[in-house]
C-alpha cells in the first residue's frame, strides 16, 4: 500500500498532521465545449494556432508552460509533504477503461507525478468524489491498525486550479495546524477579493441590483478541514453543495479565511488556460528550456601609435597624423569588440585565436577576426544582441567617422544600428593615452543563448 510504502521517506512534521485531496473527476463541460469551439474555428480559418487536433478532451491535460496543468499541482503537492495525496479520478476509470486515450494520458501522468498517491474513482458530485476519498483513507486506517488521530486533517484541493503556489498551500496548512492543535472543528479557505462591480441578474438575464462588492470574497481551494467532520457532514447532507466552507457554514462550524492568490484561477474555458499561461510567462515560471539566457563580457585593447597617415577604428579608415603599430591593421575598436566575443563563446581571447607571431594575420583586415568570434558565438549557441565600444584617444576628432563605424559594427555582425554603439574619449592629456602615446578602446558585447532571436531584431 502507499502509505506503508518503505522507500517514501517521511513527510515533514509540518504537514504530517493533513493529507491531500486533488478532485479530478469534474467532467470539465465548458472547456470542452471551448476546445471544440477552438477547433472547429482555427480549422475553418486554416490555421494552427493552438494546434486544432492536439487540444486535450480533459482541462487538467491541457498544455501550460509546457506540461500537462495537472502536472504543476502535483508537483507542488508531491513537495510540500502531505501525510498522504489521494487523487480521485474521473467516474468509471478503471481497468476496463483504460483503454480510453484520455483516460490514459491522465492514469500516466499521475502514476508518474504522484507514484505513491492512493488513487479513488470518483462520484456525480464534487462532494460524492471527496466523501469516496475520505471513504478510503478510512478504509486504509482501518486495514492498518490506525486511528485518524495520527492526521486528522485533510486538504482539498480542486485539481482545475492548477497554479496554486506552494505559500498558498502553506499559508491553509499554517491556520489548519493552528486550529487541529486546539481541536476545533473548523475550516479554513482562501479567499480573493472582488474587483469589478457586482450585479444582480433576472432569469432573462436583465441586471435587477447592484451588490456593494466590500463585504464578498471569491472562494478558492485548497480548503482544510478535520476529515471526521466532513465525513460526517457529507455522511448527513442531502443538499448539493459547492465546497467544504458551505458545508461547514450550514453546519454552524467556524470558518477561518487566509489570503488566495491570482495564480490560483480555475480554468473554466480554454481562455482560463491563455490567462494561466500569461501568469506563468509573467513569473518566469516558463520550462528552462523556453527561457533564453542573456550573458555579456567586455574586451579590451591599445595599440602604440606609429607614424603615418590614417587608422583604422572599428573596420573604418581615419585620417590622421599618425598610425597605429600592429601585426594586423591594429584595429583597436574591432579588437578589443573580437575579445568580447570570444570570451561570450568560451573560445580564449584574440591573442589565443590569431597569434601576432602567425605570419598569415600579417596586415590583416581585423573585420576578419570578429566575423570568426561571431561564428564561434553562434556554435556556442549564443546569438550577439548588441555591441558597444568606448575609444580612448585625444586626437583626431571623430565627430561623424562614429556614425560611420557603428554602420560598419552592424554590416559586420547583422546587428540593427540601434543595437551598436560607439563612443569615444580624450583622456585630458592624463597617462600614455593622455600624451598621444597610444589608442585604446574598451568594448562591451551582450548575448542571447538557448533561444530563437525574433527576426525583427534583425536587418
Ligand atoms: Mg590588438
Known amino acids: 500500500m502507499p502509505y506503508n510504502n518503505p522507500s517514501r521517506t517521511e513527510p515533514p512534521p509540518f504537514l504530517s498532521f493533513c493529507n491531500a485531496v486533488l478532485l479530478c473527476a469534474g467532467e470539465g463541460s465548458r472547456y470542452l465545449h471551448s476546445a471544440r469551439h477552438a477547433t472547429e474555428t482555427a480549422t475553418a480559418q486554416k490555421t494552427d494556432t493552438p494546434p486544432p487536433n492536439k487540444l486535450p478532451p480533459n482541462k487538467l491535460l491541457a498544455p501550460l508552460g509546457g506540461k500537462p496543468a495537472l502536472q504543476h499541482l502535483c508537483e507542488s503537492v508531491q513537495n510540500a509533504g502531505f501525510a498522504r495525496i489521494l487523487l480521485v479520478l474521473p467516474q468509471h476509470f478503471n481497468e476496463e477503461r ?42 486504509q486506517d482501518k486495514k492498518n491498525d490506525l486511528t485518524q488521530d495520527h492526521n486528522p486533517w485533510v486538504m482539498v484541493f480542486d ?31 482562501p479567499l480573493v477579493s472582488v474587483v469589478d462591480s457586482v450585479k444582480r441578474v433576472s432569469k432573462q438575464g436583465r441586471v435587477c441590483a447592484s451588490v456593494a462588492r466590500e463585504d464578498l470574497r471569491l472562494a478558492q481551494t485548497p480548503q482544510a478541514a478535520p476529515r471526521a467532520l466532513l ?26 479565511a487566509v489570503e488566495g492568490e491570482a495564480a490560483a484561477h480555475k480554468i473554466t474555458t480554454l481562455a482560463d488556460v491563455a ?33 603615418g597617415a590614417s587608422l583604422r577604428l572599428c573596420g573604418v579608415d ?17 579588437h578589443a569588440l573580437t575579445d568580447a566575443l570570444l570570451s561570450l563563446a568560451g573560445a580564449g581571447d584574440i591573442g589565443d585565436l590569431f597569434p ?57 555582425t547583422g546587428l540593427t544600428m540601434e543595437r551598436v554603439g560607439v563612443k569615444a574619449t580624450t583622456l585630458e592629456g592624463v597617462g600614455a593615452l593622455g600624451r598621444k602615446e597610444g589608442v585604446g578602446a574598451f568594448a562591451t558585447a551582450s548575448a542571447r543563448f538557448g533561444a530563437s532571436m525574433p527576426l525583427n531584431n534583425f536587418r
Open 98 to 139: 483504460r483503454e480510453h486515450r484520455e483516460h490514459n494520458a491522465l492514469g500516466t501522468l499521475v502514476s508518474t507525478s504522484l507514484p505513491d498517491a492512493i488513487l479513488v474513482e470518483g462520484g456525480a458530485r464534487r462532494q460524492d468524489s471527496l466523501l469516496k476519498a475520505l471513504e478510503a483513507l478510512e478504509a
Open 318 to 334: 581615419v585620417a590622421a597624423p599618425f598610425s597605429l603599430q600592429g601585426h594586423s591593421d591594429a584595429d583597436v575598436g574591432l
Open 356 to 412: 601576432p607571431t602567425d605570419e598569415q594575420w600579417r596586415d590583416a583586415d581585423s573585420a576578419l577576426f570578429l566575423s570568426r568570434a561571431t561564428e564561434l558565438l553562434a556554435e556556442a549557441g549564443g546569438q550577439v544582441v548588441s555591441l558597444d565600444v568606448t575609444l580612448l584617444l585625444e586626437t583626431p576628432h571623430l565627430g561623424q567617422a562614429k556614425l560611420a563605424m557603428r554602420t560598419r559594427l552592424a554590416e559586420l
Open 159 to 189: 485539481a482545475a486550479r492548477p497554479l496554486v503556489s506552494s505559500e498558498m498551500i502553506a499559508r491553509v496548512a499554517q491556520r489548519a495546524k493552528t486550529l487541529c492543535e486546539r481541536s476545533l472543528e473548523a475550516c479554513v479557505v
Open 275 to 307: 490567462l494561466l499561461e500569461g501568469l506563468l510567462e509573467g513569473s518566469s515560471g516558463r520550462p528552462a528550456s523556453a527561457m533564453p539566457e542573456y550573458r555579456s563580457a567586455t574586451g579590451f585593447d591599445l595599440h602604440k601609435i606609429a607614424e
Open 231 to 256: 465525513l460526517r457532514l457529507l455522511r448527513d447532507t442531502s443538499a448539493t453543495v459547492s465546497d467544504e466552507t458551505q458545508l461547514c457554514l450550514a453546519a454552524g462550524c467556524l470558518v477561518e
